[in-house]
């Protein structure tokens, strides 16, 4: 079982940044993909960002890009997505998982809340 850890969260002005940490029990240099997902209420969590972590290609969602920048450091076993130029429509609940062969793990989450 691989646990993940996000920190980072918090309350932010519109046009703020933050910066989100997943930490992983096990080395994330083998695995399949590591992402960040969000969710509001009433919702279906969606995919923001992801990357490979053998290649590192990355791929984001279109209303992140230009603004969101995921990257991984194997040696840290962290996935660390910074966001940039933050909206209110940024407000969820943000969760990272871990893709590795047939098995998905989830962390708990970790709130962001743009303000107006």
């Known amino acids: 079982q691989v646990q993940l850890v996000e920190s980072g969260g918090g309350l932010v002005e519109t046009g703020g940044s933050l910066s989100l940490s997943c930490v992983a029990s096990?080395?994330?240099?083998?695995?399949?993909?590591m992402g960040w997902y969000r969710q509001v209420p009433g919702k279906q969590r969606e995919l923001v960002a992801r990357i490979t972590t053998g290649s590192k290609i990355k791929w984001y969602a279109n209303f992140v890009k230009g603004r969101f920048a995921i990257s991984g450091d194997d040696a840290k076993n962290t996935v660390t997505l910074q966001m940039n130029s933050l909206k209110v429509e940024d407000t969820g609940v943000y969760y990272c998982q871990m893709m590795r062969g047939q098995s998905t793990y989830w962390g708990q989450g970790t709130q962001v809340t743009v303000s107006s």
């Open positions: 096990a080395s994330i240099a083998s695995i399949s993909s």
